[in-house]
């Protein structure tokens, strides 16, 4: 039986000093979403912070735990990143992913350069609030290269699959789910 519940996967990837990578897109059963604050006009044939990481979200445990930004953390052009609104702004825009229990997503994330690499990690806050603790770990498959972060690509993007589990429950406003693919480093 298909759910209604929803998933947002956002541009949470990188835990360490710089960002350099977005996420691009996020499908699930039906639809499409992308990163938080990602910007779909940005230059993605360079590997420098201006413009190419302007969108990439940084996400530092130090500041979460000073509680400066939440777990979704904040980017280079737009700051903190305010998880109402953006939730908000994806659902007007039509870019929400339509989700059911043990669905496999397959997110594109764009690795600016060395230190976007993976592999990448996976939770879900089945409330949407990002708040800190309860999120479920996610399995991800087909990772993208690197070790500790690093690897030699570049200027590239990359399909991770991210399973969902059978007893997905959304409890957010309008059934929604949130996604946070990150990047390992810490």
Known sequence: MYSSSFLLALA??????????AIL????????????LVDQTLARN????SPCQ????????????????????RTEINGNIDVGEQTENELAAGRMTQVSGGTVMKVTIHQ???????????????????GPGGNIPLKVTNNIPGE??????KEQDFTINVELPQNLNCIG???LCLSHPRHSIN
């Open 54 to 73: 302007q969108d990439s979200v940084i996400i530092r445990d130090a500041e979460i735990t000073q509680n400066i930004v939440n777990e979704c953390g």
């Open 25 to 36: 897109k996020a499908v699930g059963d039906s639809g499409a979403s992308q990163g938080f």
């Open 173 to 175: 406003g309008t059934l």
């Open 46 to 49: 360079c590997t420098t912070i």
């Open 112 to 130: 600016v350069n060395a230190d976007g690499a993976g592999p990448y990690e996976c939770d879900l806050d089945q409330t949407s609030n990002a």
């Open 12 to 21: 949470a990837t990188i835990s360490a000093v710089s960002a350099h990578g």
């Open 148 to 153: 500790n972060g690093i690897s030699q690509a």
